[in-house]
């Protein structure tokens, strides 16, 4: 009679696992392809999304751009530049509670963002707390800027400025003004600006000093010349 045990492939074994494995791995690598794809082309239409809410807020269509910053952002949530853009847009569109919410979550990420400091001391401005405004433009000053980070911080303190001299704290102004002249580069674009704003603080000593900063750099400026005159 012949002997029907089944005999274990012993020899096959390690193949059959070796194939198992590879099949495996390539079923793994093939899912990661789809994953990855599928998230680039959710990144590609958040970013097709914020480029129309940006045309739309610079028509001023602030409803529409909050619906297409919204709708990038459910296709990319984590985005910094998509959030500060919406919180951006909802201050400008008198959504200040909601604004503001989305801000301080912004600058608990990023504390020293100065794009974000500088949106949260216009906000500021809206709410007129004064304290905050100069606290959040002094954050936007000193802090860290992705690009252009001389002629941002500069144009952050020539607006802190203007802000100080529009709601009537000319003291402030004056004292913003001094620091901010001491630290300006010797640009007469910056300078000029800086000696229209003593003028308009009513510090004329200074603004005088400026203009004649202006022409020892330019000696044909006329504004300057005017200024100084």
């Not at 994953?35 to 999304?49: D, G, I, P, S, T």
């Not at 980070?149 to 704290?169: C, G, I």
């Amino acid at each position: 009679m012949h002997d029907l045990t089944l005999k274990p492939l012993t020899g096959r074994t390690p193949m059959v696992i070796a194939g198992l494995t590879i099949f495996a791995i390539l079923g793994f690598l093939g899912v990661g392809r789809l994953v990855n794809r599928f998230q680039e082309q959710q990144k590609a239409l958040a970013r097709h999304l914020y480029q129309r809410g940006l045309a739309e807020q610079q028509n001023s269509q602030l409803y529409l751009a909050l619906q297409h910053f919204r709708a990038a952002l459910g296709y990319d949530p984590e985005n910094f530049q998509y959030q500060l853009s919406l919180a951006r847009t909802l201050r400008d569109s008198g959504r200040v509670d909601e604004a503001e919410a989305y801000l301080i979550r912004l600058w608990e990420r990023s504390p020293q963002n100065g794009a974000v400091n500088l949106a949260l001391g216009r906000l500021a401005v809206r709410q007129t707390r004064i304290d905050k405004v100069i606290q959040y433009y002094h954050n936007a000053i000193y802090g860290v800027w992705d690009s252009n980070a001389e002629q941002s911080r500069v144009n952050a303190w020539f607006e802190l400025v203007r802000v100080l001299l529009r709601l009537d704290f000319r003291p402030q102004a004056q004292a913003e003004l001094i620091a901010l002249s001491v630290s300006l580069p010797p640009k007469p674009e910056f300078l000029m600006q800086a000696a229209d704003l003593f003028a308009q603080a009513q510090d004329y000593d200074h603004a005088l000093a400026e203009y004649r900063r202006v022409l020892q750099i330019d000696h044909i400026n006329a504004n300057a010349a005017v200024g100084a005159g």
